[in-house]
């Protein structure tokens, strides 16, 4: 694309608005408190001095006393008899599951402290979502019970028991159901253990509910194929996708999976051999998803349906009545079908909406493509989702009509994620005994009995089946740390069975799926999962009447268009809001939006606009009687009068993490035809008063230069070079530095701008690797997070006349351009690690130097933070601590307890206040490498390092190496052609090489 297009990270930036030119003045955005860093030391007078070696104590003390498998002194430190199996200073792994993603659970001195995909998995086995990164801090979670409860006292096991029993017996005696309401079970022993639970009690049905519903898809399957489930999709199998409304890279269904699928078609490997898949998005926010499409068209959600029935018409050649109206969508819809004829048998389209009718139609298409079997895989279908809304409405009527006599409620919290709370408050008031499993007083937990709290992943025996044929082993990692009981042990006990879960998830796995495998338990154990399913799908022709199916459309599509159009979506990081005190994911920002500690209501600046609101404006937003304000987001990409919402936020009882951060949006959805669906019609008005968003993305301005690269899969076919040519060969430099010689390794980095979705998990891995702390939203909100790695999102749009806006263009006002028109580039960032470091030749006490292997290190205790470092950083990528935040009183709401610090990673320091932190490039990893293969007498082989960035990553866009092997990975990737590095023009020789962005759009 041409060389001078412009580039801005947000509006404020585009429109230089007084705000962000004032905040922009200086270099930093306050002085350094001098005297408060003197007078407290570096830490605050409120909370006692609280450093790690004790958290470390406190750790093995008493917590690591839960992972004690016979008496507590076995596992103290230092040891009196060493455990077997543990060293001080070594990690152990075990093979686990999460999500029914087989991960390896890293572990020191008996405490879990990170996870990463277990490699030799199938399916998933590259990298892991914000979610898996992030998860082991909630075993640390303060907020959890630590003991059961009845009438909200705590009790011991034995009382409790014995009254979930007498209930249970009063119950099938008046021959009342006993309910046992969850979210999507594909745990085999969970299902063995429910089936002997209702064999005890022959009344007890299992009704699973998800807070974010796929029931369309599962009904339009039955009804298509008579297989009511969910496929799994072989994106890499894929020369084209159209997606409507679906975030399949983000939150839709196997996100992850489907990143590591789609990106085989897009990065440097596939590039290099002349290949790219195209990406077609119709949608109405701008997500994940369509921020890394080919071609994106933005649609209202009333729309999305009418889409369909115009793909179905253009590639069948049939005249169904409903086609969309929407001219920018018209001609795409052209385009898009001639692709998808063209490529019958590698091509596919995905629906996004709950709607049976709109998933009966993407089914039709998909069969007229010939995409059943190598693409859409129904016999190795998904087990991720198989709530039914028809089965929980059944249970509501049945409760209400007092037909329910005990309700026992596993991983389910429908008191705040259902959209219509009231009706499941006076159902469970009808029902005579309630119980929650849930691990903390949630909104449902807390207006029940009794709690049963269930023990973490991380302390239980399990199993789960994600996919058809799949099964991944859980095991502990450690006892329980409070006094809790897994879920399955709790009904086994009340079916009258007192077998140890061990042996009851052993026993089931001999009997029920290692037989006739020719493997064992223990094999099991160590490989962490087993795989019984077929390698490829079968073909399937769908049975639709389209017809019937685009007029049902057009007739609900009526009952969503208003002014404004509603649509809700699940956020990457907060997910369905089961996370939500989580602070790693809290202030994980938004890859789109960049929000941090909130959901807001994102608007088209000319809707915007048009409502006069200011910066930091709010809005009321009104749909199914329900109405909350919500700041807003000037958002790029959103479709014209359109409001995109986020569910997962507005918990009130998770935990002080989490607790009322932004608003409840589930009250918007609706129940359509059996189906709760995120889209509504709504009004929405300007609301008094401003609110401040914590955004981490324009904190810095580029000022215009060449930061990011990107051109056209047609002009790279033409010349691999069009976009990435190197300004050193074009231009005389000039030295300031004496060269620095690396004889042994040089460690360096490539990254793919075109693997890249902008997902964040690598910013979570980071943190939890490199004991990143967590900030809060004041604190980002003074543009202060400590990440030390970044994703910056870029914009880029047209004029009303096509034309690009150029560097030479400077924004009129909104109405200039066409806002929905807009595309988008993420790129990471983080130190680059130059061999002329502009931050070493400033720092006075020489805390920042240079490695004889290319990196650029940090003394923390020679560190007293002039931040002369950070003002000479071109890339503005080092942070500086303001805070104690994991020892300071005011920063209690997130990792400053002794307790939560066993999180930490006692092989990276925990930085004190006053300091300069940056990448270190994982230097313990590197480390630890080197370390293991002198063990071995061997050399250092490619592979054996990897950043905690480049392990989570499920794209593979971060290759990290030895540059002097030039069989290495690294050295392979950035001999590509599309390999630049930024602000090379200052010669300050960055260690990090991206490849340029490349776009398979129409006008190839």
Request: with cysteine.
């Amino acid at each position: 694309m041409d060389s001078n297009k412009k580039y801005w990270k947000g509006l404020e930036e585009l429109q230089q608005t007084p705000a962000f030119m004032e905040s922009n003045k200086g270099e930093f955005a306050e002085p350094i408190p001098v005297e408060d860093v003197l007078n407290e030391a570096g830490l605050s007078t409120r909370t006692p001095r609280r450093d790690f070696l004790k958290a470390l104590g406190f750790g093995l003390g008493a917590v690591t006393l839960a992972a004690c498998n016979r008496t507590p002194v076995h596992k103290a430190v230092p040891y009196v008899i060493k455990p077997e199996e543990v060293t001080p200073g070594i990690p152990n792994y075990y093979a686990s599951s999460f999500n029914g993603q087989s991960v390896l659970v890293r572990t020191r001195e008996g405490r879990p402290i990170s996870l990463a995909a277990n490699p030799n998995s199938i399916g998933l086995n590259q990298g892991t979502d914000a979610t898996a990164a992030a998860i082991v801090l909630d075993l640390y979670d303060m907020s959890k019970l630590q003991n059961p409860q009845l009438d909200g006292k705590d009790v011991d096991w034995s009382t409790l028991d014995a009254t979930v029993i007498d209930a249970l017996n009063k119950a099938a005696a008046a021959g009342k159901q006993i309910a046992i309401v969850s979210n999507t079970v594909n745990s085999p022993s969970a299902l063995a253990a429910i089936a002997a639970f209702a064999a005890k009690y022959p009344t007890a049905a299992h009704v699973q509910v998800d807070a974010v519903s796929y029931s369309g898809i599962i009904e339009a399957n039955r009804a298509s194929f008579g297989k009511a489930v969910i496929p799994s999709y072989h994106l890499a199998n894929a020369n084209v996708v159209v997606s409507v409304a679906a975030d399949f890279l983000g939150s839709w269904l196997a996100g992850e999976e489907h990143t590591q699928d789609y990106i085989q078609n897009r990065d440097h490997k596939s590039l290099k051999n002349g290949k790219m898949s195209r990406h077609i998005q119709f949608e109405s926010g701008l997500s994940m998803t369509g921020s890394n499409a080919d071609v994106r068209i933005a649609i209202k959600p009333s729309e999305e349906g009418a889409v369909l029935v115009s793909l179905y018409n253009a590639i069948t050649g049939q005249s169904l009545a409903g086609g969309v109206a929407n001219k920018k969508a018209q001609t795409a819809i052209v385009l898009a079908a001639k692709e998808l004829t063209n490529n019958r048998g590698n091509a596919v389209v995905v629906a996004g909406s709950n709607d049976v009718n709109i998933q009966l139609l993407a089914n039709a298409i998909n069969s007229a493509l010939g995409a059943y079997g190598a693409i859409i895989d129904l016999d190795n279908y998904s087990k991720q989702y198989q709530g039914s809304d028809a089965a929980f409405q059944q249970f509501l009527s049945a409760a209400a009509a007092g037909q329910v006599g005990a309700a026992l409620f596993l991983n389910s919290n429908p008191v705040y994620d259902y959209f219509k709370a009231e009706d499941v408050s006076n159902a469970l008031a009808k029902i005579d005994f309630t119980l929650s499993f849930a691990d903390r007083a949630d909104e449902t937990a807390s207006t029940l009995k009794a709690i049963a709290p269930a023990s973490s992943f991380l302390e239980s025996w399990g199993d789960a089946s994600a996919k058809e044929g799949y099964y991944t082993i859980v095991q502990p990692t450690i006892n329980p740390v409070f006094n809790t009981r897994q879920a399955e042990q709790s009904l086994l006990v009340w079916a009258g069975d007192n077998t140890n879960i061990y042996d009851f998830v052993r026993k089931n796995w001999e009997e029920n799926i290692l037989a006739g495998t020719g493997k064992s338990w223990n094999d099991v154990l160590q490989t962490g999962f087993i795989y019984k399913g077929s390698s490829v799908g079968s073909s399937y022709t769908a049975n639709v009447d389209a017809n019937a199916v685009a007029s049902a459309i057009g007739a609900a599509s009526k009952a969503i268009v208003g002014d404004f159009e509603l649509k809700l979506y699940e956020s990457t990081g907060m997910r369905d809001g089961r996370y939500a005190n989580n602070a790693f994911l809290q202030e994980l920002p938004d890859p789109v939006s960049k929000v941090t500690w909130d959901n807001y209501a994102a608007l088209n600046p000319r809707d915007a606009e048009q409502l006069g609101l200011g910066e930091n404006g709010k809005v009321t937003v009104e749909a199914n009687g329900y109405s909350v304000e919500l700041p807003v987001v000037w958002q790029p990409g959103q479709a014209l009068g359109t409001v995109s919402i986020a569910v997962g936020y507005g918990r009130t009882k998770v935990g002080k993490a989490g607790n009322n951060v932004g608003q409840n949006a589930y009250p918007f959805a609706r129940l359509v035809n059996g189906t709760v669906q995120f889209e509504t019609k709504a009004t929405v008005a300007k609301a008094g008063g401003t609110y401040e968003l914590a955004q981490t993305q324009t904190h810095h301005t580029i000022e215009g230069r060449n930061i990011v690269r990107e051109t056209t899969f047609a002009k790279y076919l033409q010349d691999p070079n069009s976009e990435s040519g190197r300004f050193a060969d074009s231009h005389k430099t000039y030295d300031l530095w004496n060269k620095f010689e690396s004889p042994g390794h040089k460690w360096v980095m490539a990254i793919d701008l075109n693997a890249c979705t902008g997902c964040g998990s690598c910013i979570v891995a980071c943190s939890v690797e490199n004991n990143v702390p967590v900030v809060g939203r004041d604190e980002v909100r003074r543009r202060r997070e400590m990440h030390w790695l970044r994703i910056d999102r870029y914009y880029t749009l047209e004029q009303e006349d096509g034309s690009k806006l150029t560097k030479e263009k400077e924004i009129a006002k909104a109405t200039d351009y066409d806002y929905e028109n807009v595309t988008v580039v993420h790129q990471p960032m983080l130190c680059q690690h130059c061999d002329h470091a502009p931050c070493e030749t400033v720092c006075p006490v020489l805390a920042t130097v240079h490695s004889s292997e290319g990196l650029n290190h940090m003394a923390y205790n020679r560190c007293f933070g002039t931040r002369y470092c950070a003002n000479n950083c071109p890339y503005k990528v080092r942070r500086f601590n303001w805070f104690n935040y994991w020892n300071d009183a005011r920063f209690d709401n997130y990792l400053n307890s002794e307790f939560t610090q066993l999180v930490l990673n006692p092989d990276v320091t925990a930085r004190t206040r006053g300091v300069m932190e940056k990448c270190s490039m994982c230097i313990q990893r590197i480390q630890g490498g080197k370390l293991q293969a002198k063990m071995e007498n061997r050399k250092l082989k490619d592979g054996d390092v990897k950043m905690a960035c480049q392990e989570a990553c499920s794209a593979n866009a971060i290759i990290f190496g030895d540059v002097n092997d030039p069989e290495s990975e690294v050295s392979k990737a950035l001999r590509n052609e599309r390999v630049y590095y930024v602000l090379e023009e200052i010669n300050v020789q960055p260690n990090i090489g991206y490849m340029t962005k490349v776009r398979n759009t129409f006008e190839a």
